[in-house]
């Protein structure tokens, strides 16, 4: 798609959000298939209140990962996984698709890896983006970068949960059992894709990685390309198996389809879930410029979310 030369948005504006591939299994529990569900709904409503009054895709992508790692209900800030030595390292990615034609602007994005102790990893990821001239800073550094940045800062206890606690013990009972392969985390990398009233798409991923990981196992979500895209033509945040994102460059790679094959965000984001990837590896949500949205899986469901200023408004877990 040359994107001087598009048509312009379909749409106002559009959004889509996600909370993880591999979701509960359906009727495992009413009460929390309702606390998901209405977690996802009050995001997506915010988000719509926000591009609705004309905020930068960027700002929406921040505010909605954020609000989704203060609630343990998700894999990334409070609540996030557990490292095989059962302690949490956050990974995050925010990225700004800039803007095509007379008024042209680059790409700009930013990310964390394997931090500890930052409460929204993604705030930190946008000071990377915005007051450094890097695009990734990891560990130590980046925590001693977050203290003189002044971004808020907890013990890493304030992370754990009983039921990250519960979910590492049974990945750790099930490798002694059966394989050393850590397994991706069933609930929820938390992910926003932003269309905003201005025409430009933003990304972001945040992330506590997956169950039992190595300490200093880094994901897909913080690597620009895997994990985490945007430029003028499409935004994508994607969520599974970090290892076979990385392996198949899968965010950026469905911008390039889109741009040199001229292909549809469905039939790029469908390609690399349902032909370059695994059964079961994940799933992604992709925006193009018009507003298009793709939201395609191969885990047993994905919590997601999309809305648009011509009235959508939809929250799925399964195909339902
Ligand atoms: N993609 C994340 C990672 O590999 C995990 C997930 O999405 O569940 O770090």
Redesign the pocket.
Known sequence: MDATTRAKPNVQWAIAIHG???AIDRGESAQLEAAYREALESVLQEGKRRLTRGESSLDVCEALVRMMEDNELF?AGKGA?LTERGTVEL?AAIMDGGKGGSDASEPRAGAVASVTTIKNPISLARIVMQKTPHVLLVGPGAEAFAEKAGVERVPNSYFVTERRRRQLEAELERRRKVTDAPS??????VGVVALDTSGRLAAA?S????TG?IPG?????PIIGA?TFANDVVAVS??????Q?IRNSVASGIAARMRLLDEGVQEASDYYIYRVLKPKD?GLIALDFHGNVAMPYSSEGMYRGSANSEGRFEVRIWED
């Open positions: 993880g591939a591999g894999n996984t990974d991706a985390s069933k609930y929820g990398t991923t992330t506590g990685g997956m990981k196992r880094v994901g897909d979500a994990g994607c969520t599974g198996t970090g290892e994102f994940g």
